[in-house]
């Protein structure tokens, strides 16, 4: 039998300067501490890698049925073979189960961020997948020992309820999924806008010298950007003065060789920290 073998490895340099025995006691604490959160993430770690396991057995539990299902099925003629197959098919019918609840812990364990690791989400993934086909697979067999009347009728109404649950887990799966790259989206989306004083005065951005003091301000005038790919932005302009409030050293405003500005945004959290919205006046 196959298992996951992983190993977890955790190493720490701690160095502290005893000056005092209050310092004393506070590194102590400190050391006592982290090495109650390294506990609990290796036990978060060892629960889910023991799910996992039992996972993988589970499978291999139900191939090993199947097979022996196969076999009888070969030998319908044997007095007890229609008894061991309904047999067989009850215990793939509860393995898949088992397996279906099994898995919906691991996804929760990923969820709710108790382990955090890529490669786990893809091994889960996996095995969602592989229960998908094997639900399938079990499907088709019920359906083909339907035709040699081995009737496994309650098989039959679990299988289709198993199925209809992994496509609603799948679709759950698929919609967080979603809602994640869209949280991401949102929040490295940024816009920008420059133009003259005429300009910006028109599209309600500039009013009596303040800039975006309302929300009736043109927001279809900006463009929208992505300030993880967009951090070059050339204006076109002899002169060229931001309008909204940036932090100092996460952006130069330089002029090129022909003498026009462009902005080169150099540290995107730091510069879109206290705005998504960029307002430049240009001549």
Same mark, same amino acid.
């Given at each position: 039998m196959k $298992?996951?073998? #992983?190993? %977890? +490895?955790?190493?720490? #340099?701690l160095a502290s300067c005893q000056q005092n025995g209050n310092q004393s006691l506070k590194s102590s604490v400190t050391e006592d501490s982290l090495q109650n959160i390294i506990d609990q993430k290796e036990q978060n770690f060892n629960e889910l890698i023991g799910l996992l396991n039992e996972v993988q057995e589970g499978f291999a539990q139900i191939n090993e049925a199947e097979g022996r299902v196969n076999t009888l099925d070969q030998n319908l003629e044997g007095g007890n073979a229609k008894l061991n197959i309904q047999d067989n098919m009850l215990f793939i019918q509860q393995? #898949?189960? @088992? !397996?279906? !609840?099994k898995i919906e812990q691991l996804q929760k364990k %990923?969820?709710?961020g108790t382990v955090n +690791?890529? $490669? #786990?989400k893809s091994m889960i993934e996996n095995l969602q997948n592989q229960l998908t086909q094997k639900t399938k697979d079990i499907e088709e067999l019920r359906a083909q020992l339907a035709e040699k009347?081995? $009737? %496994? @009728? +309650?098989?039959g109404n679990s299988v289709t309820k198993l199925q209809a649950e992994n496509e609603q887990v799948k679709a759950e799966s698929e919609n967080r999924a979603q809602i994640a790259k869209n949280q991401d989206a949102q929040l490295n989306t940024a816009y920008y806008v420059y133009g003259t004083n005429k300009e910006l005065k028109e599209h309600k951005i500039l009013k009596s010298g303040n800039v975006l003091e309302n929300e009736d301000f043109d927001k279809d005038y900006f463009t929208k950007i992505d300030i993880r790919k967009t951090t070059v932005i050339p204006f076109g302009a002899k002169s060229a003065k931001l309008l909204t409030t940036h932090p100092e050293g996460s952006y130069t405003l330089l002029k090129d060789s022909k003498g026009e500005y462009t902005l080169r945004i150099t540290d995107p959290n730091k510069f879109w920290s206290v705005s998504k919205y960029l307002v430049v006046r240009v001549k």
């Open positions: $298992k996951i073998f #992983l190993m %977890i +490895s955790c190493a720490a #340099l393995t #898949l189960e @088992e !397996q279906h !609840q %990923i969820d709710e +690791s890529g $490669k #786990l009347d081995v $009737k %496994i @009728e +309650s098989l």
